[in-house]
C-alpha cells in the first residue's frame, strides 16, 4: 500500500494570507505511460461530506476559486490557497489513485484562521 | 446533475446486523464505480472498497476485507455497505463516492450525504 502523510497536521494562517499543506507519498505516483500524477485534494468541511479541489495533482474541479492551486510531482506535492477567506476553514486531504483499490488518503490537515 | 442519496442515521446494538445504501441519479448508474470511505469520530477518512454496478467486480482495501460486504442492484441504481455483526468500533460516518471517471484509476466525485451508524449496547 502507498503510504500518504501530509503537513503539518494542523496550521493557523491569518485571512488573506497564505496557507500551504503538504502530502508525501511513500512511493511515486506518477504514472509513465502518461506522465500523469494520481493525486487528488479534498476540502471537508464541518458535517459536510469532502468536496473535490484538485485532481492530477494540479488541475482545479470546475466551480473551485483560482486561489487554491496544487503543484508537485512523484511522491511530493502541495496545496496552495492564497488570499485566504474565512470559509476556507476546513479539513484538507490528500488521495492517491495509482494503487487501486487502496485509495489511501493522507492523514488530514486542519486549517484554520490565526 | 450527478447526485448521491444515502440512506438515514442507524442506530443499532453489538452483533446486530445492518445494510446501508447509496442511491445514484442524474447519470448511468452501472457504469461507473463506488466506493465506500469510513470516517470514525474526530478522524480522517478511510477508503473501505469499491464497487462496479454494472458488472458487480468489487475490490476490497485489505483493512475491510471479510468486514463489510459491498454490493449494488443496478436495477435501482443503488449500492450497499452491509455488516453482518456490528461491533462498536462501527460506530462512523460511512461516505459513498462515485469514480470522477470509468475508469478504475480515478478521483471520486461527486460524494454522498454519509450514514452515521452508531453501534452502542
Known amino acids: 500500500d502507498i503510504v500518504m502523510t501530509q503537513s503539518p497536521d494542523s496550521l493557523a494562517v491569518s485571512l488573506g494570507e497564505r496557507a500551504t499543506i503538504n502530502c508525501k507519498s511513500s512511493q511515486s505516483v506518477l504514472h509513465s505511460s502518461n506522465n500523469k500524477n494520481y493525486l487528488a485534494w479534498y476540502q471537508q468541511k464541518p458535517g459536510q461530506p469532502p468536496k473535490l479541489l484538485i485532481y492530477?495533482?494540479?488541475n482545479r474541479e470546475y466551480g473551485v476559486p483560482d486561489r487554491f492551486s496544487g503543484s508537485g510531482s512523484g511522491t511530493d506535492f502541495t496545496l496552495t490557497i492564497t488570499n485566504l477567506q474565512a470559509e476556507d476553514v476546513a479539513v484538507y486531504y490528500c488521495q492517491q489513485y495509482y494503487t487501486t483499490p487502496s485509495y489511501n488518503f493522507g492523514q488530514g490537515t486542519r486549517l484554520e484562521i490565526k | 446533475e450527478v447526485q448521491l442519496v444515502q440512506s438515514g442515521a442507524e442506530v443499532k446494538k453489538p452483533g446486530e446486523s445492518l445494510k446501508i445504501s447509496c442511491k445514484g441519479s442524474?447519470?448511468?448508474?452501472?457504469?461507473?464505480?463506488i466506493g465506500w470511505v469510513r470516517q470514525m469520530p474526530g478522524k480522517g477518512l478511510e477508503w473501505m472498497g469499491i464497487?462496479?454496478?454494472?458488472?458487480?467486480?468489487?475490490r476490497y482495501s485489505p483493512s475491510f476485507q471479510g468486514q463489510v460486504t459491498i454490493s449494488a442492484d443496478k436495477s435501482i441504481d443503488t449500492a450497499y455497505l452491509q455488516w453482518s455483526s456490528l461491533k462498536a468500533s462501527d460506530t462512523a460516518m460511512y461516505f459513498c463516492a462515485r469514480s470522477a471517471e470509468r475508469s478504475l484509476s480515478t478521483w471520486f466525485d461527486p460524494w454522498g450525504q454519509g450514514t452515521l451508524v452508531t453501534v452502542s449496547s
Open positions: 442524474g447519470y448511468n448508474f452501472a457504469g461507473y464505480w
Open positions: 492530477w495533482a494540479s
Open positions: 464497487i462496479y454496478p454494472g458488472t458487480s467486480d468489487t
